[in-house]
């Protein structure tokens, strides 16, 4: 940047007419001097009842100036000073009266509130919760319509959309789950072999990690997986539909969202967990058996014979099932916190992590309520 | 301002922007070529032409955000698209460009949305942006506004709170992006004025992209038509003179509605 002299200000008092002297280079690339320090300098002449300016040795001004000279005006009208604007620049003259007598719009109705009370908030909480209740019965009734549409093969969606996700949300996440599934395995084969070796029953390690596995982790795992990965993705996805007004041209066409949108990711999550599920299952029975083999040094065949005696069908119809239900909490989550997005990229952020934890939240707790009924019904 | 003092001015300003045999385009489609224009410092000028026909672009172009294909983008002698990243870098922090829909980053109040440039670029003291920022917003007509957020307020003021933002460095050309699509007539009118005072007291170079008829007859000084059939400009010059006078028929088509033969329609 060239050398520019930098802006200055002083006061020449000649009784009860002040003058302010500009001076130097007043742009917004320079350190402008602060409104205080001309306060500072006009608190010195009490006596003061009339400011001029003397601008001959400005070298240049912008903004920096303007929004100055407006603040000393302000200045100046609570001090019962006359402020002369006559000295200064015509431009600057002229923007500062832009400013002022340019219609302004007038004001809504928000206002910086003050900090709400404990017992506002409170309040305010319990009706935000009796209003997402509401939205989440309404989803839930919309979303039973379209699927009973789409059971009588009247929903309006396209196929083709139905393929990719079920391709996204299946295929896609074949490594990842398979990784998580392979180590959670091996995680739950150690713990089994440290424990068993006391007793010298090493073998059941196999029992241990095949019905944790069979029964609950390989559910477990593939959902909190897709939670992530394809549950965020809805959200983000629909969420930012919502923020370009994409769902109301679909409301406005007679199309619903709830069945060009929803139903079908519902139905490729519903499809996909379960054999995700399997498929996780498999893996981790693998990481098991690696452990097993390699620290506890059963033979591949033992272990894989001890597997097979300790597993049931009525173990893996459990697993299904909780896959089945897990896979409809992850849609649901996400194509919900989805449509409930606002219009903002701040909201499409919120509506990710909300459906992510809403989605590992109804996860745990049906895995515990699953639990019980495979229990109660005499499943497991 | 009449014609006569539209001419004159330019006649004398230095230019300010200067484009060599532009050609442009995405990937593998072309958009505009063999695009040669002066913008004089001070003009407010304005690129026209049908929808479709790359005005966007080629304000991108200018603006530093898409390099060209082949061709020279002169901002005050320094050629843009050789120059080095932080070279240019400096160059574009001297452009205010206000976006079709505003683009105010929405996670921020209006305050805020323009102090960010001020903190980013200068020393000022928080109470002085602020001070800034209040100013800008009543240049728009929406003083008292710093503390809501864009979602808060309706797509008109958020234009206006563009070219707010734009201004906030005061920037020495300001790119406007169809300002006036989706207003009203009265605030489109009125931001027409705007641009009209800003650069008679600030002396800013004004860019303006639009097809409004009214809105180039008011404010243009010098102007180019872009044509999408030919994918190339068809005219430089004073709108009103174009209409009068272009050899063009398809400009002159243009700058009356179709209706090429009538004379007075502004």
């Given at each position: 940047m060239t050398d520019t002299p930098p802006p200055t200000v002083h006061l020449h008092s000649d009784g009860e007419q002040v003058t302010l002297v500009l001076g130097g280079s007043w742009r917004l690339d320079q350190r402008l001097p602060r409104l205080l320090r001309a306060e500072?300098?006009?608190?010195?002449?009490?006596?003061?009842?009339?400011?001029?300016?003397?601008?001959?040795?400005?070298?240049?001004?912008?903004?920096?100036?303007?929004?100055?000279?407006?603040?000393?005006?302000q200045l100046c009208r609570t001090r019962g000073i006359a402020c002369d604007v006559d000295g200064l620049p015509a431009g600057l003259r002229k923007l500062l009266e832009l400013a002022r007598s340019l219609p302004q719009t007038g004001r809504g109705g928000h206002a910086m509130q003050p900090a709400p009370s404990f017992l506002t908030r409170l309040g305010g909480d319990a009706l935000d919760l009796i209003q997402s209740t509401g939205e989440i019965m309404e989803f839930f009734g919309e979303g039973t319509l379209a699927f009973r549409r789409f059971l009588l093969g009247r929903a309006r969606f396209k196929h083709s959309d139905l393929w990719l996700i079920m391709q996204?949300?299946?295929?896609?996440?074949?490594?990842?789950?398979?990784?998580?599934?392979?180590?959670?395995?091996?995680?739950?084969?150690?713990?089994?072999?440290?424990?068993?070796?006391?007793?010298?029953?090493q073998i059941y390690v196999a029992d241990l990690v095949g019905l944790a596995t069979v029964i609950q982790m390989g559910a477990l795992v593939?959902?909190?997986v897709l939670a992530g990965r394809t549950g965020a993705a809805f959200a983000a996805r629909i969420g930012t539909m919502q923020v370009n007004e994409e769902i109301d041209a679909l409301r406005t066409l007679g199309i619903s969202p709830m069945e060009f949108l929803v139903?079908?990711?519902?139905?490729a999550l519903i499809a996909m967990t379960p054999l995700l599920a399997i498929y996780a299952d498999l893996l981790g029975i693998l990481g098991g058996a690696f452990v097993g083999t390699v620290v506890g040094g059963i033979t591949l065949s033992a272990y894989?014979?001890?597997?097979?005696?300790?597993?049931?069908?009525?173990?893996?119809?459990?697993?299904?099932?909780?896959?089945?239900?897990?896979?409809?909490?992850?849609?649901?989550?996400?194509?919900?916190?989805?449509?409930?997005?606002?219009?903002?990229?701040?909201?499409?952020?919120?509506?990710?992590?909300?459906?992510?934890?809403?989605?590992?939240?109804?996860?745990?707790?049906?895995?515990?309520?699953?639990?019980?009924?495979?229990d109660a019904v005499g499943l497991s | 301002m009449s014609d006569a003092e539209h001419e004159a001015g330019v006649a004398s300003a230095p230019?300010?922007?200067?484009?060599?045999?532009?050609?442009?385009?995405?990937?593998?489609?072309?958009?505009?070529?063999?695009?040669?224009?002066?913008?004089?410092?001070?003009?407010?000028?304005?690129?026209?032409?049908?929808?479709?026909c790359g005005k966007s672009t080629v304000m991108r172009c200018v603006t530093g955000l898409l390099a060209p294909w082949s061709g020279r983008v002169l901002l005050g002698g320094e050629s843009l698209w050789q120059l080095s990243a932080a070279r240019r870098n400096t160059l574009m922090r001297r452009n205010g460009v206000?976006?079709?829909?505003?683009?105010?980053?929405?996670?921020?109040?209006?305050?805020?949305?323009?102090?960010?440039?001020?903190?980013?670029?200068t020393r000022l003291a928080p109470e002085q942006m602020r001070a800034i920022a209040e100013y800008k917003l009543a240049l728009v007509g929406l003083a008292g506004y710093g503390d809501h957020y864009p979602a808060e307020i309706s797509g008109g003021m958020r234009k206006r709170v563009g070219v707010a933002r734009a201004m906030a460095l005061d920037p020495e050309i300001l790119f406007f992006d169809?300002?006036?699509?989706?207003?009203?007539?009265?605030?489109?009118?009125?931001?027409?004025?705007?641009?009209?005072?800003?650069?008679?007291s600030l002396g800013t170079t004004m860019v303006v992209i639009t097809h409004e008829l009214d809105s180039i007859f008011t404010i243009a000084d010098d102007a180019v038509f872009l044509d999408a059939d030919s994918k190339t400009m068809l005219a430089t010059g004073n709108p009103h003179a174009l209409r009068d006078h272009s050899p063009v028929a398809q400009v002159r088509a243009f700058l009356t509605r179709g209706e090429a033969d009538i004379d007075a329609v502004a």
């Open positions: 500072r300098l006009l608190a010195q002449v009490p006596a003061a009842t009339r400011l001029r300016f003397d601008t001959a040795a400005l070298t240049g001004w912008d903004s920096g100036l303007v929004t100055f000279v407006a603040g000393l005006e996204e949300a299946g295929a896609d996440a074949l490594p990842i789950v398979g990784l998580v599934s392979f180590l959670v395995g091996m995680i739950l084969g150690y713990i089994g072999d440290q424990q068993l070796a006391e007793f010298g029953a593939t959902a909190i139903l079908p990711r519902m139905l894989l014979t001890q597997t097979q005696l300790a597993i049931g069908w009525n173990h893996i119809i459990q697993g299904l099932i909780a896959a089945t239900v897990y896979g409809a909490i992850v849609a649901a989550s996400g194509c919900l916190r989805g449509m409930q997005c606002g219009r903002s990229a701040a909201a499409v952020g919120e509506a990710t992590t909300s459906a992510v934890v809403t989605a590992i939240v109804f996860i745990v707790i049906a895995a515990a309520v699953l639990t019980i009924i495979f | 230019v300010h922007i200067r484009l060599e045999g532009i050609s442009l385009g995405y990937g593998e489609t072309l958009v505009q070529r063999d695009l040669t224009f002066d913008i004089h410092r001070g003009d407010v000028f304005v690129i026209m032409g049908g929808s479709g206000m976006y079709q829909s505003g683009a105010l980053w929405s996670s921020m109040t209006l305050e805020e949305n323009i102090c960010l440039p001020l903190e980013q670029y169809e300002p006036s699509a989706g207003l009203d007539p009265l605030s489109a009118r009125r931001l027409d004025e705007l641009i009209l005072e800003l650069r008679d």
